[in-house]
Structures are given as structure tokens and as C-alpha cells.
């Protein structure tokens, strides 16, 4: 059975958060061994278990046990991407959960949040993932519920929940969870998942911008229908490549993170759709490469700057193993 795989924007999250948390993303990103070109795939997915090592990390390097609380701290809910802006700019709480619970697949390969209603109440489950440590599985739940709870008083400032549940025991730090949540928690619960009045349901934005929303929501559609159709293997590596800022220097397991699987579940993909990860890599960088000297205005050492090669001899040699030819020849002959 494969490992169950995460939204990069998960990762997105935790490194502001980090940064909010007073460890720059260079310092952070180089102690996880992550290359920040992973960062810019817009649907790139990362195994759950990779997830769980780096907040596992920021937890370490912030010494701050109460990062999940305070990861969203500051953030605005239309500020993160585009899950974020379309709940944002739903019409009323109601239409924001809506498309939370029909997003899912660009979050995860799970669906994770559950919408219970009954007559007085709404509950917001949050089903926490398992296998991970007691910290983490903590920390993911904190970041969920807080982003819940922040999602409701953004569409209805005094919004104040009935309880906000976790199946932890209380922490050290209960008082964190007091001054969010004003009391409304409880630990050890059966669930973990946030209970409010349902008259919220109908909380409208102040301000809503239909256009704007429309073009979120077809946005949101395209994206959901490529997931459900599936994209090649060798179309995200490639993608992959040409969005890289140096390209000449990814390496396979930089990718394969990327992308969400482990180098040997990349190499068993490729060889599934009749190529290989060097005949993909080898075409891509080639690609990128002539499409770069064709640009007139830059010279060949920017090239090979743009390529990540800080020696240009080292461009020379890579482009000539890629194309059989060397950058001068082949400006040359395309002109």
C-alpha cells in the first residue's frame, strides 16, 4: 500500500511559520535538506512521513512546543494560496466549507475534514493522520483547528465557538490554547474538531466580489479535473525542471520529493509510461537550455548561470552531452 502523500503547500505553511517563529527559511530549508525550488511546484506532493520529519524539525530549531498554534498567527485566510483565497471569498461560511470539503484532493490524498450537522450545531471534524509521533500528530491538529477557528471569526468577527475538541491531553501549555480559544477547549476527546452554532452557517462576507470569486472557483475546477484525470509522470518532472531556478543542479531525490514519491517509485513510473529519468532529465534540461540561448539579450556565462553552472567550461561540456553540439554552435546554427 503506497504512503499517503501532502499538498506542498502544507510544507509552504510550516516554513512561514518557521520564519515567524524567528528561523529564516534559508537556515531552516538547508537543515532539512530541502532544495527551496521544491517549494514552487504548484501541485506538488510530499509523503506524509517527510511531513512529519520537518515539523518534527521545526519544532526543534523554533524551541517553540506551541508552533501549531501559532504557524497562522497573523496570516490571512486569503493570503495563503488558492485554497485559501477561494474559502476566503466564498459568499458565506456555508460555501466555504463546501469547497474545504470538495478540496480535499488538492490537500491530500485523503480527505481529512468531515462536516456533521445536527439542529443547534455544526462540528468540523479534523481526522489527524496516523503513524506519526504524539508531537507532530499534536502539532497538525493545532494547525487545523487554529486555521478552522480563524476561518470563523473571518467571515463573523465575535464568532465564538460551542468547544473545541482534541483527542490530546492537555499540554504545558494550556494556556496558549485558553487565550486562542477562550476556554472553549477540551482534551481528550473523542474527536478532535471544532463545534459551533449553526446560525454561523449563513455568515456572509461583508464585502464579496463575484467576479473574482467565479474566476477562483473555474480555477479551482481545472485543477481538480487534472488531478482526477492524472498528469504524466514525465510532464511533472519536466515542469519540475523548467520552473527550477537551477535546473543543472537538481538532483533525483530533490525531484522525486517534489513530487511527492521515493527515486525507486519514480524510476518504476517513468519506466511505466516507456522512458527513463535520464532520457526525461537529459530532453528537459536540453529544452530549457536552447530556449534560454535563444534569447538574443542574454550571453552564454548567463546562461550557464541560469542553468546553476558557475562554471560555464562545466555548461559547455553538460550542454554538449545533452544536444551533441556545443552553445556556440548551436546559437549559431539557429540563427
Not at 484532493?105 to 509521533?133: A, C, M, N, W
Not at 465575535?158 to 477562550?182: K, L
Not at 556565462?301 to 554552435?329: I, N, V
Request: charged share 25%; proline share 3%; aromatic share 8%.
Amino acid at each position: 500500500m503506497s504512503e499517503d502523500a501532502l499538498s506542498i503547500r502544507y510544507v509552504r505553511v510550516l516554513v512561514d511559520g518557521v520564519e515567524r517563529g524567528g528561523v529564516s527559511r534559508s537556515c531552516f530549508l538547508q537543515a532539512a535538506q530541502w532544495d527551496p525550488q521544491q517549494l514552487e511546484v504548484v501541485e506538488g506532493r510530499i509523503p506524509c512521513s517527510e511531513f512529519g520529519r520537518l515539523i518534527e524539525l521545526a519544532l526543534d530549531v523554533t524551541g517553540d512546543p506551541a508552533l501549531g498554534l501559532h504557524t497562522l498567527e497573523g496570516v490571512r485566510a486569503d493570503s495563503v494560496d488558492l485554497v485559501g483565497r477561494l474559502v476566503a471569498h466564498a459568499a458565506t461560511i456555508r460555501d466555504a466549507l463546501d469547497w474545504l470539503l470538495r478540496l480535499h484532493k488538492l490537500l491530500g490524498d485523503e480527505r481529512r475534514f468531515h462536516l456533521i450537522e445536527s439542529d443547534r450545531d455544526v462540528t468540523l471534524r479534523y481526522q489527524v493522520p496516523r503513524g506519526l509521533s504524539a508531537r507532530v500528530r499534536r502539532f497538525l491538529a493545532e494547525l487545523h483547528i487554529t486555521g478552522n477557528h480563524l476561518l470563523l471569526r473571518y467571515f463573523s468577527r465575535h464568532a465564538r465557538p460551542v468547544r473545541v475538541c482534541f483527542e490530546h491531553a492537555a499540554p504545558a501549555y494550556r494556556s496558549e490554547y485558553r487565550r486562542i480559544f477562550a476556554g472553549a477547549e477540551c482534551f481528550g476527546q473523542p474527536l478532535t474538531g471544532i463545534v459551533f452554532d449553526r446560525a454561523l452557517m449563513g455568515a456572509a462576507r461583508r464585502y464579496h466580489d463575484e467576479e473574482f470569486y467565479r474566476t477562483l472557483c473555474e480555477l479551482a475546477d481545472n485543477r481538480i479535473l487534472r488531478l482526477a484525470r492524472g498528469t504524466s509522470c514525465v510532464d511533472r518532472v519536466r515542469d519540475f525542471l523548467a520552473a527550477h531556478a537551477a535546473p543543472g543542479k537538481a538532483t533525483m531525490v530533490t525531484i522525486a520529493h517534489a513530487l511527492g514519491m521515493s527515486t525507486r517509485s519514480l524510476r518504476r513510473r517513468l519506466a511505466a509510461e516507456g522512458t527513463s529519468y535520464d532520457v526525461v532529465v537529459t530532453d528537459a534540461l536540453a529544452s530549457k537550455a536552447r530556449r534560454l540561448l535563444s534569447l538574443e539579450q542574454r550571453t552564454i556565462e548567463e546562461t550557464a548561470h541560469a542553468m546553476g553552472y558557475a562554471d560555464t567550461s562545466a555548461f559547455h561540456r553538460a550542454f554538449k552531452r545533452w544536444t551533441g553540439t556545443t552553445p556556440r554552435a548551436w546559437r549559431l546554427s539557429s540563427k
